[in-house]
């Protein structure tokens, strides 16, 4: 039997959409009504606001989403985002959607939020297990210990505990998975152009779901930086690449989940490096191919996978970055 192909069409209105570049803008769009599944980073909408030309809609990822408003942060690149550019407050626009899968909820696998280990060589290994956490019987004893300095506590074997932000480390805290000295999994969300939009909702949603968890953003712009304070806003850390490769900005070792959206090229870039690294990291890239129906009926953003072909639009467009890079 066929798969029954379910989506919402929402005669929305905008609320505001505005410059933030020569290029870029930021579209704020209230549905009127909620959105026809959860919306969560990394999901898209189909968009348009003409009528029968062009034919298709175009997709759009989710910037943000609060009730019955979501927002959309878009390069102008040919006629359909052209045509979004001259909308303004109040003028029509169709929303179909939310589609694709996203982002997971729980970016880092069993270790988001709860694993204690810092991250650091000699420890229990990128905590993609989540189960070194606070372990004062077991093999993470010893090295999970820090060494009862003010500041400097975990590590064990580095010394430097890279939780205690405070600095107000009592001494006492080795295996304590409740208190200051608990380990924060680390999950990287490396952006590219309008590759970065998924990002500031995915903080939000992760920061609501696990709260201890750190968040690093990595912003890469060709010619100028945009959004970069809201970002500061709702990640722990913000790095941000103007001209340069924010690949290189990257240090795939420290962290327990990478998430990647951008221009292929870049991600593929960042997978390798990620490789090199011997990270244990989960590994999620989005794969914006062009899309026509973006619901998984006309075959046209095709995707080779490991496992063979996918529909970015729906099976998509995250996947694991083994099944998209990780063969020839
Ligand atoms: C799942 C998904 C999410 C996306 N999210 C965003 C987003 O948040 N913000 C945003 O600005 N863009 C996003 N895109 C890309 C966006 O859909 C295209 O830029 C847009 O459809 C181009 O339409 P156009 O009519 O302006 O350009 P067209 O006239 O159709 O094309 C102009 C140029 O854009 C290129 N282009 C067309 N489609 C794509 C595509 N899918 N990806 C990359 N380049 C394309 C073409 O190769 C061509 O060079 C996303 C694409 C997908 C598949
Ligand atoms: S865009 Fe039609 S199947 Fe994906």
Do not use: N
């Given at each position: 039997m066929g798969s029954i192909v379910c989506s919402k069409v929402s005669q929305g209105h905008i609320i505001e959409n505005k410059a933030l570049s020569k290029d870029f803008y930021l579209m704020k769009v209230?549905?009127?009504?909620?959105?026809?599944?959860p919306i969560r980073p990394g999901r898209f909408f189909m968009l348009?606001?003409?009528?029968?030309?062009?034919v298709l809609s175009r997709p759009i990822s989710v910037f943000d989403a609060d009730g019955a408003t979501v927002s959309f942060l878009y390069k102008v690149v040919g006629r359909g985002t052209k045509l979004f550019s001259g909308l303004k407050p109040g003028d029509a626009i169709t929303c179909d959607g939310p589609h694709g899968n996203g982002f997971p909820d729980n970016p880092a696998g069993d270790a988001a939020g709860v694993s204690a280990h810092d991250g650091t060589a000699g420890e229990s290994g990128g905590g993609t297990t989540g189960d070194c956490g606070g372990d004062t019987t077991g093999d993470a004893a010893g090295v999970s210990?820090?060494?009862?300095?003010a500041g400097e506590s975990g590590g064990g074997t580095t010394g430097d505990c890279a939780w205690d932000t405070t600095g107000d480390c009592t001494g006492d805290c080795a295996g304590d998975t409740t208190a200051k000295h608990i380990g924060r999994t680390k999950i990287a969300m490396v952006g590219g152009g309008v590759g970065i939009a998924p990002f500031y909702l995915a903080c939000k949603v992760y920061r609501g779901l696990y709260p201890d968890m750190r968040l690093d953003v990595y912003l890469g712009f060709s010619d100028e930086g945009i959004l970069i304070k809201e970002y500061m806003d709702v990640a722990d850390k913000v790095t941000v690449n103007v001209?340069?490769?924010?690949?290189?900005?990257?240090?795939?070792?420290?962290?327990d989940a990478i998430l990647t959206c951008g221009p292929e090229i870049m991600m593929r870039v960042l997978y390798q490096k990620y490789l090199a690294s011997g990270s244990g990291a989960q590994f999620h890239v989005s794969m914006e191919n062009r899309m026509a129906c973006?619901?998984?009926?006309?075959?046209?953003c095709t995707c080779k996978n490991k496992s063979g072909n996918k529909k970015a639009c729906k099976d998509g467009p995250?996947?694991?970055g083994h099944e998209v890079f990780g063969f020839a």
């Open positions: 209230d549905l009127g009504v909620g959105a026809g599944a348009r606001s003409w009528g029968t030309e062009p210990a820090h060494d009862g300095k001209g340069g490769f924010v690949t290189d900005d990257v240090d795939a070792a420290q962290y973006g619901i998984g009926a006309c075959l046209v995250v996947f694991p």
